[in-house]
């Protein structure tokens, strides 16, 4: 995994000792309201997804980079290039920040980040989100960087009892701006 850093973060691999930061992240109704799957309940989860998220990145079959402020360790957040299929030149990608730092830009960096590890060294020629339409804030983000909104899926997740839609977004290499 290749380090990446931006004005304010560092964007490293992620390592056994973040296994901590991945289950408060991921066990925070808040962080994961919007999510496709709810919020864990279980650090056994944390562990699994570690394993998990390294086999992928050993297949290059994904690129998660834990994200930690420019001066310090303590993983915040995570910003994944996954499904990439390199004979399409296509991957989706995914990012989640403990809401202790939202609102700070921190998001847009690392996703721009992300996109352009994507788009220059993997040499992607698209990349695709998929958002809860209602998390206003993540569709705003993705529209920031470029990404346009090309379809909607009624009805597609079942999570906590609530049944979401989904609103996709595209980026072409040729539309993204450094």
Known sequence: MPLLQTPRLRMRTIVRSDIDAIYRLHSDPRAMRYWSFSAWTDPQQAQDWFEQSRHFAEREESWPWGLTLIDAD???????????NRAQ?????????????????YAQEALRAALTYGFDALELHRVEADIDPRNQASCRL????????EGYLRERWHVNGE????????????????
């Open 142 to 149: 993705v529209e920031r960087v470029g990404f346009r909104r």
């Open 89 to 105: 030149r296509r991957a989706e990608v995914g990012y989640q920040l403990h809401p202790t730092y939202w609102g700070r830009g």
């Open 74 to 84: 303590e993983l915040i957040g995570i910003v994944t290039l996954f499904a990439v």
């Open 163 to 178: 049944i979401a839609d989904t609103a996709l977004y595209g980026l072409l290499a040729r539309e993204f701006v450094r």
